[in-house]
């Protein structure tokens, strides 16, 4: 049996600012690709677009990079609860890694755009991820 | 199901880098552990070995198999365990596994890293493999990034201020360092202080150098065998009571549990059941503290302390030895150190020691039962076992 959705799909999609997720037949919806619903055991997932909006589950400043990422450092990443219910991690663009508090825990975010990880000689290739700015 | 001993158990100094590869120093803990079992090498019938990364720190594949010629027993079957920093848990619950089942008498359960060897850049990016690496790899989440976060939400969940959460967390690697400054194995045998710990460079907000564990270069093993074969190799026997191992997604696949691990609420429960006992009856734990916060997330999701409450207990100094529960007496991996593929074995060691009453000055006097908590990844891999004096 073949995934609905692919890394491969969700991944092109993302680079064009499609955030893609499933939503099963029980109304559960995933933002990583997967074969069966994790709330009922179904097959019978959709793709659909997921709107990027939502709120801020949880966040940190990364100062210690891994080998490859220097040139990033440094960075906030974000834990997003979304609207439709998925949890998704990207980065915070619009907040300075030094000066984070948890205050921006339960923050609205959306979607502001992606950013590709050009990848290394671990990761088989480009990988996008969303980048999230505060709501004003 | 019949009942298993662990028998002898060995473990090489952890450090940082060592000149000894993964292979010499699993050699090395297993002929110790074989030499403190009356047995031979020739007696073990299989191996099980934790190792996560030694194709990185080394280019060596099959660490397992080499060991095995090492010892002089090419020809039996050995097989490598890759579960994080839960490879070793997941060789040792495997290894008992396949003496209680009856098709093995004695096997050798063992692990072994040599992480320190990369360098931290290799060694951050590897540890990250643990990670999801197509959907949250691609944001630069690192480890300490990972307990970061739960830290963040710990707080935000539980209302303890930042300033106060920060301050009880180094009162975890203030007692790691602590013991570690009293087990000869141990990677920093240096007390710390809390203003070490606030003086450390950030890692990852709102974790400092000192609330995390080092990259470690070292090796454990253990001999499991049956009870009928223990009793004529052992006078001071130590059972397998309880084992529990769980799995999990990534971290955003784990959202409704955050900041708890449901795999190790799943594992723990699966390990106390079987062992017909509760967490007051525990003695003594060696848990995955592998930054601070993993401490006080193990010590509730265990059931020792309510949810909220660990950091409280900590500061009050419930979890050292003559505490509510004794944790990590060897200093864990904070202070003992944290060579991935080989911590859980070690955490058998240290338990196995307690339990024989082979500790010195950081002995828990009495223990009966004692538990072991390996984490692999951000909740990927647990594993509980419950060892019991006898």
Redesign the interface.
């Known amino acids: 049996m073949e995934f609905k959705l692919t890394?491969k799909e969700y991944?092109e999609a993302l680079k064009q600012n499609k955030l893609l997720g499933l939503k099963c037949s029980c109304g559960r919806v995933?933002?990583?690709p997967r074969m069966v619903c994790?709330a009922c055991g179904s097959t019978d997932l959709q793709v659909v677009e997921l709107k990027g909006k939502g709120k801020i589950?949880?966040?940190?400043?990364?100062?210690?990079?891994?080998?490859?990422?220097?040139p990033?450092c440094p960075?906030v990443?974000a834990?997003v609860?979304l609207d439709e219910g998925?949890?998704?991690?990207?980065?915070l663009s619009s907040v300075d890694?030094n000066k984070?508090?948890?205050d921006?825990?339960?923050k609205k975010v959306k979607m502001s755009g992606n950013a590709?990880?050009a990848g290394?000689k671990?990761?088989a290739g480009e990988?996008?991820?969303p980048l999230f700015s505060l709501e004003s | 199901m019949r009942k298993v001993v662990a028998l002898g158990v060995g473990m090489t100094k952890f450090s940082g880098k060592q000149d000894k590869t993964a292979v010499e120093l699993l050699t090395e803990a297993a002929m110790d552990a074989i030499n403190e079992s009356n047995i031979k090498p020739k007696d073990i019938q299989a191996m099980f070995i934790g190792n996560a990364l030694s194709d990185f720190c080394e280019g060596q594949g099959q660490p397992h198999a080499f060991a095995a010629d090492a010892l002089g027993i090419a020809g039996i079957p050995a097989n490598r365990y890759e579960g994080a920093c839960a490879s070793g848990s997941a060789a040792a619950r495997d290894a008992y596994l396949w003496v209680a089942s009856g098709y093995y008498d004695i096997v050798l359960a063992g692990g072994t890293e040599t992480a320190a060897k990369m360098g931290t850049p290799l060694a951050t990016r590897t540890f990250a493999m643990f990670s999801d690496s197509r959907y949250e790899y691609a944001s630069g989440l690192t480890f300490p990034g990972v307990f970061g976060m739960l830290t963040n939400l710990y707080s935000t969940r539980y209302g303890i201020p930042m300033e106060k959460l920060k301050r009880q967390l180094a009162q975890v690697s203030v007692n790691s360092h602590y013991y570690g400054a009293r087990n000869p194995k141990a990677q920093f045998q240096k007390e710390i202080s809390i203003e070490d710990v606030f003086n450390g460079i950030m890692v990852a907000y709102p974790l400092q150098l000192l609330d995390c564990c080092p990259f470690t270069d070292g090796a454990a093993a253990v001999v499991f065998a049956s009870e009928e074969k223990a009793k004529k190799l052992t006078n001071k026997p130590v059972s397998v009571v309880g084992i529990g191992q769980s799995s999990a997604g990534n971290l955003a696949s784990q959202k409704e549990y955050l900041p708890r691990l449901r795999a190790r609420e799943i594992a723990s429960k699966q390990a106390y059941d079987m062992a017909g006992v509760k967490p007051q009856d525990i003695d003594v734990i060696e848990l995955h503290d592998c930054f601070s916060t993993a401490t006080l997330i193990a010590l509730e999701s265990l059931g020792f302390f309510e949810f909220g409450k660990a950091a409280e207990a900590v500061e009050k100094g419930k979890t050292k030895i003559g505490g509510k529960i004794a944790v990590n007496p060897s200093g864990g991996l904070k202070a003992k150190g944290h060579p991935i593929g080989a911590t859980g074995v070690a955490q058998v060691y240290e338990i196995a020691r307690q339990l024989r009453g082979e500790c010195g000055e950081r002995q828990v006097e009495g223990a009966k039962y004692g538990m072991t908590d390996t984490l692999g990844g951000d909740g990927g891999t647990i594993v509980n076992l419950i060892l019991k004096k006898g």
Request: no cysteine.
């Open positions: 890394f991944n995933s933002s990583s994790p589950m949880t966040f940190t400043s990364i100062f210690v990079v891994p080998e490859g990422r220097e990033e960075y990443i834990l609860d998925a949890a998704i991690m990207g980065n890694p984070v508090s948890t921006l825990i339960g590709v990880f290394d671990y990761s990988i996008a991820r």
